[in-house]
């Protein structure tokens, strides 16, 4: 597409390295001010050398908002839309959806950003091509001002996919396949992409995985990547942790393994899924799992549209945890 806001590729800073090595030349100057002031110095010089590292690498150097710094409220809207994924993140004048639901959910998710008077997203992320992420997304891409697409690089034969490529071309938008360790500005938040790290042959694992920092409160969306995924982030060493899971796969048993919920230890998780769905969703194995970690459980198939609001540091949700530990009835994908 042809515009590329807030997108942030890994680059060299060719002449910030010099400026960080003065620095440091002019510390070592001052050591001998006085003895006393040698452990101050010695710290100083180790973050100032630690960051000439990250810089000569080429590595990104992110600026992380403090909670006294965060002058915008982050709300994350978990729509329920029957059996799939939609989720709207709004801050100030900026918005992010996640997923649109499936071929039929696309009015309702148009309905929803138009009540709250959204016309444009910064961001619009499928996160795989399955038609109960992306079924809706045409109507989306119609209807609204996307500023950047976001999208694995796997595609699907489906009269679904093509109808999503369809909407993009009609009005000039290219997705940007994000890789592993991006980094994106979304208003005083930021978000970085943990998965996929490779094209898996399950379209699950091939799932967008971000985590996202609002001051001190953190969120991980992770599409329906399973375990062998999950492996590859954990194998990664990227910082897993959030205060809020969005739950792979619907709460399948598929996902959310022993060792990545260890990894992520959220304080709540909320899983998304219809009522009576022929999947089993969500599975007894990963509810189990979450009551047993002491997770605080939200889900649209017993709860409606849940919302949580983050001042950067406190969360506020619009209802209860659910006290519905029970397993959805038939399947076992």
Known sequence: MS??????????????????????????GIAGYGNGQADSISSALNTILTAASDLASGAEIQTAYAPSDVTEDLTVHFLDIGQGDCTL?????????IDAGDNDQGTKVQSYLEYL????????VLTHPDA???????????????NTILMPERKADTRTYDDVI???????????HPEVGDNY??????????????????????????????????FLFTGDAEEEAENDMLASGMDLSADVLKVGHHGSHTSTSDAFLD??????????CETGNSYGHPHAETLNKLRAAGVQLFRTDDQGTITVTSDGSTL?????PSDDWVSGSGGTK
């Not at 590329?4 to 090595?21: A, D, E, F, Q, S």
């Not at 008077?117 to 619009?124: E, F, K, T």
């Not at 369809?166 to 940007?176: E, G, H, N, P, R």
């Open 132 to 146: 109960d992420h992306i079924g809706g997304a045409d109507v989306v891409i119609y209807k609204f001002d996307c």
């Open 316 to 320: 506020t949700w619009n209802t209860s």
């Open 185 to 218: 500005a979304f208003g005083e938040s930021s978000f970085t992409i943990l998965s996929p790290a490779r094209n898996y042959e399950d379209s699950n694992d091939c799932s967008i995985v971000l985590r996202l920092t609002h001051g001190s409160n953190t």
């Open 166 to 176: 369809q909407a993009m071309k009609s009005k000039d938008y290219t997705a940007i």
């Open 3 to 28: 515009r590329k806001k807030h997108y942030y590729r890994k680059k060299r800073r060719k002449r910030t390295v010099p400026v960080l090595l003065a620095l440091v030349v002019l510390i070592l």
């Open 89 to 97: 993140l709004t801050q100030g004048g900026h918005a992010m959806l």
């Open 117 to 124: 008077g959204i016309s444009s997203l910064d961001y619009l």
């Open 263 to 272: 990894a992520v230890s959220p304080t709540y998780a909320v899983i998304s």
